[in-house]
């Protein structure tokens, strides 16, 4: 029981800017990493980055040195910073963490996914 809750999407012109946010709650021990992926239409969902609990970072070619990631340990939440948006960056952006739970006598990682946001870059 982990929910994902994101908000910041919307409509931009090409060169702008948007900041998408992400908070997790519910039951789990720890976070290990959290981060975002994106799926336009009629593609597969691909990576756009990701930042681990200790800082490390990783980003898509696509995005790099345009999207900024970081993370907020205290309330669990990730943000990525997106500036020089183009029409390509035009996709439903999914908020993506990766958990300590702990069930009974056994602790395990696992996956949790957002519900989605928009973001759209048009003229």
């Known amino acids: 029981q982990v929910q994902l809750v994101e908000s910041g999407g919307g409509l931009v012109q090409p060169g702008g800017s948007l900041r998408l946010s992400c908070a997790a709650s519910g039951s789990f021990v720890s976070i290990n990493a959290m981060g975002w992926y994106r799926q336009a239409p009629g593609k597969q969902r691909e990576l756009v980055s990701t930042?681990?609990?200790?800082?490390?970072?990783n980003y898509a070619d696509s995005v790099k040195g345009r999207f900024t990631i970081s993370i907020d340990n205290p309330k669990n939440t990730v943000t990525l910073q997106m500036n020089s948006l183009k029409p390509e960056d035009t996709a439903v952006y999914y908020c993506?963490?990766?958990?300590?739970?702990?069930?009974?006598?056994?602790?395990?990682?696992?996956?949790?996914w957002g519900q989605g946001t928009q973001v759209t870059v048009s003229s």
């Open positions: 993506y963490a990766n958990v300590l739970r702990n069930t009974g006598n056994s602790y395990y990682r696992q996956n949790y």
């Open positions: 930042i681990t609990s200790g800082g490390n970072t």
